[in-house]
């Protein structure tokens, strides 16, 4: 199963629009982690599983989703009600009570990805705004098989960033 996860594009609507075009093809699910600044009805919400951000103030969007694939179960949040700014300590209880082994989440306007205890926890970083020492505007693919999960990072440019390459063990 392959997985897209965006996040914080904050208003910018043609980049998500951008993202669905390029990659429609290639990946089975897609995800956006908050802060779209977008109605909850827009028509791109149709197909990618949404959340509500901090900044994200129309009553329409959930506070997290549960998302279960055929191949993994995913939680995904914004992060700011979990606190993420502060490590991944809550989030990661979060997700253990959804029994998920991927969990989802931006806030922090940084790339992050790591496996714990059998759960990936992926930021994709910012589309728009990126923060801290990684200055590129991204989004994740992760490609989930039985035994793995594969992460490439792309920036705006949908060109694969070599140095941001991961691959876990499940």
């Known amino acids: 199963m392959k997985y897209l996860v965006v996040s914080d594009n904050h208003g910018d609507r043609e980049i998500l629009v951008d ?3 390029h990659r429609r093809n290639e990946v089975d699910y897609f995800f956006h982690c908050g802060d779209s600044e977008l109605p909850s009805n827009d028509e791109l919400f149709q197909t990618y599983n949404v959340v ?4 994200d103030f ?22 700011h009600l979990s606190n993420v700014r502060f490590g991944l300590t809550q989030v990661s209880l979060e997700a253990k009570e959804k029994q998920a082994d991927i969990c ?21 970083g ?45």
């Open 19 to 21: 993202i669905l075009n």
């Open 126 to 170: 910012s589309i728009s705004q990126p923060r801290g020492p990684i200055q590129i505007q991204s989004y994740a693919i992760i490609e989930s098989t039985t035994d793995s999960w594969e992460i490439q990072y792309y920036d705006r440019t949908h060109i694969a960033v070599s140095e941001l390459n991961f691959r876990f063990k499940k």
């Open 52 to 55: 509500t951000g901090n900044c």
């Open 104 to 124: 989802l989440f931006g806030h922090t306007h940084q790339i992050g990805c790591e496996a714990v205890k059998g759960c990936l926890y992926l930021n994709p």
């Open 58 to 79: 129309d009553p329409g969007f959930k506070s997290y989703l549960v998302v279960k694939t055929p191949q993994d179960i995913i939680y995904m949040t914004h992060g």
